[in-house]
Nanobody
Framework: VQLQASGGGLVQAGGSLRLSCAAS????????VAWFRQVPGKEREFVAG????????FYTASVKGRFTISRDNAKNTVYLEMNSLKPEDTAVYYC????????????????????WGQGTLVTVSS
């Protein structure tokens, strides 16, 4: 399985970006998917996720109401729509996928995901 993330860039505070994550080798519809982000010196942080049998979606508190995760099974692509961006959203964003089910309570843990995209940088200027 290969994941290809794209859509990052430089945007002013209050602006919007849409990240995409295209999968090859497996169908997203067969497993959970998520977005994480990471800044230098910090651990990778859960942003949003979709489970399979308890689909959610699920968001970390700091992005609720601003970010939306969705997927297009026909295109085998997961999206992260980001609105009202803040400077603190600046990070490298990674998409993640896994084989098999995941307990919803563990969806925020980076160590439970099997596949990762290469990351796309989002920079929000103030």
């Amino acid at each position: 399985v290969q994941l290809q993330a794209s859509g990052g860039g430089l945007v002013q505070a209050g602006g919007s970006l849409r990240l995409s994550c295209a999968a090859s080798g497996r169908a997203f519809s067969s497993g959970p998917v998520a977005w994480f982000r990471q800044v230098p010196g910090k651990e990778r942080e859960f942003v949003a996720g979709i489970n399979t049998w308890n689909p959610g979606p699920f968001y970390t508190a700091s992005v609720k109401g601003r970010f939306t995760i969705s997927r297009d099974n026909a295109k085998n692509t997961v999206y992260l729509e980001m609105n009202s961006l803040k400077p603190e959203d600046t990070a490298v964003y990674y998409c993640a996928a896994r084989d098999g089910r995941i307990i919803t309570g563990a969806i925020h843990r980076a160590d439970v995901w099997h596949y990762w995209g290469q990351g796309t940088l989002v920079t929000v200027s103030s």
